[in-house]
Structure formats: C-alpha cells, structure tokens
C-alpha cells in the first residue's frame, strides 16, 4: 500500500488493515468484559437459528460505561473522523460472535443500504472500524472484502423482505449482491481475508461488498465493528419506522472530547464520571 495515508488506502481499496493496534492484555481485558455483558440480559443480544448460540451483540456502548469508553479509544476514532474529515459519532457497534463450530455466515452484502433504507441515512458516508479479538485463520470464517468493489455503487438485490430488523441480521440477509456480480468483482480484484492476530485492526467503506462464511474451528471468531457517522449525515428527520437504537444511534453528538484515552488506561470511574455529565447536561 506504499506510503498513503489510511484515510488514502480506503479511498483506493474500500478496505485498510493495520496488524498489533491492541495489545493482549487489552484484548484479555475487552473480551473479559464481553463474557460479562453476556451474562445479564441486554437488548441486542441476538442469536443463531439455534435459538442458542450468540451471533451477534449490538449496542453494548448505550448499556455499558467500557463498551462507551472503547468506542472513543483514539485508535478507532481517530482513523474514522481522518477517513470522513468530520466529528463522529457511533451510529452502530456490534460484537459477531461467531461462535465455534456453531457461527453461521453472512452473505455476500454491502453495508450502506441497510442504513439507507432502515434508518434513513443519507449517504454513504460512513465508516467500518473492526478489531480482530481472536486469533483468525482459513477455518474461522474470516471476514471476506473484495478490494476496490466500493466503487461501483448499489449492487444489492432484495432477498426475501420480511421488513423485520431480525433479518437485517441473520444468514439470509434482506440485501444481497448478486452471483452475476461477485462472479465479476472477484475475478477482478480478488478477495481479502480479514485474517490475523488478536488486535489487528481494518477500516472498511460501507460500500465494500463483504461476507464470511460458517466457523467450523475449535474458537469462536469474535470480531468488533464500530460503524462512525458524521454529524452532517445523521438520520433523515422524516425517516418513519425507525430500527431499534441498539442498531441506528439516536444520540449525534460527537466523541471527539472523550478521544484521548485507551481502553485499559485504567480510568474508567473518571471517564465514567465525564460520561454522565455529558449525559446530565442533556
Ligand atoms: C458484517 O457483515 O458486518 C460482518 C460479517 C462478519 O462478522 O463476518
Ligand atoms: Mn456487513
């Protein structure tokens, strides 16, 4: 990738990927957590078709002072509002589990029209920001991103649309890209495995179309993804219907002023304390 700079590399590619970000007593610490958060219930706690085994955890920042404290961690942030050239705030934070033997797939999609026609976004002005929390092979069902597929607009087909935000979730997706397609941009650009180390992290477009197949391995691939938003691209106000907060922020303020801290710089209560005045003087 020479020598661009990240905001340059996803301009070009769609996609960045940035090895050792977190160390591994920050990735011990995040995942500690994680196992944590599971123990309660939480809203956006979602599960596989066996009813059992969790896919994914959306929204952990809006029920938990870590998750809220991580999603400002200059590592992430700082490379988001570099990419879109403004404030951010988090318009989506998920956790796919994944889970051994047990994780489904996600087809073939690309991100934006999902915030387009669910929540009334804009435009595609929006950010991916994933921290790999386990080592990833073949065998994991990395994450799949065509480089450079950004670049050629909507490819999505309807699949069948129940108009239930669960589906916007699950193995059969509501938007799809079609075989012709990906037949097409792979044979072109190829494919890029988010594998890696526990704390690599990727940047990708919204546009980029992406997928990943079942985990068949012995560990669950636990990947993080912090969507940003910028402050001019917040949800249309006529946007009827709106999806659950745990998927489509409602709170557009900017993180920039709580930016400067990593996760496991140990001042949590501090943060905690700016955090609730930030709320307070709402
Ligand atoms: C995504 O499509 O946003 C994530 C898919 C995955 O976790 O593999
Ligand atoms: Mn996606």
């Known amino acids: 990738m020479g020598n661009l700079s990240i905001a340059d590399q996803v301009k070009q590619d769609g996609l960045s990927i940035h090895r050792q970000c977190f160390s591994s007593e920050e990735i011990v610490a995040i995942n500690e957590h994680i196992a944590r958060y599971i123990e309660e219930p939480h809203p956006g706690i979602v599960r596989e078709d066996d009813r059992k085994s969790i896919r ?24 988001a509002e570099e990419f879109l050239g403004e404030p951010c705030y988090v318009h989506q934070f998920k956790i796919n589990m994944k889970q051994r033997m047990k994780g489904e797939a996600w087809p073939w999609h690309q991100d934006y029209i999902f915030w387009k026609n669910g929540d009334g976004i804009p435009r595609p002005n929006l950010i991916n920001v994933a921290i790999l929390l386990n080592d ?54 190829g494919v890029k495995y988010l594998t890696g180390e526990a704390g690599d992290v990727a940047l990708f477009d919204p546009m980029v179309a992406h997928s990943s ?61 700016e955090l609730v005045g930030v709320e307070d003087g709402n």
Request: glycine share 6%.
């Open 56 to 79: 994914g955890i959306h929204g952990p920042h809006l029920y938990d002072n870590f998750f809220r404290q991580l999603v400002a961690d200059p590592r992430l942030l700082g490379p």
């Open 136 to 189: 990833v092979d073949m065998l994991h069902g990395p994450l799949c991103l065509i480089p450079g597929s950004h670049k050629f607009g909507d490819l999505s087909e309807s699949s069948k649309n129940t108009g239930d935000w669960e589906q916007d979730l699950s193995k059969d997706l509501t938007y799809q890209i079609g075989h012709a397609d990906i037949d097409r941009l792979v044979r072109d650009n």
């Open 213 to 273: 197949s079942v985990n068949l391995s012995p560990q669950d691939r636990v990947l993080l993804i912090v969507t940003y938003n910028t402050t001019s691209n917040t949800p249309r106000p006529d946007h009827n219907k709106p999806r659950p907060e745990f998927l489509s922020a409602r709170d557009f303020r900017p993180l920039h002023q709580i930016a400067n801290r990593r996760v496991t710089d140990q001042v949590i209560e501090p943060v905690f304390h």
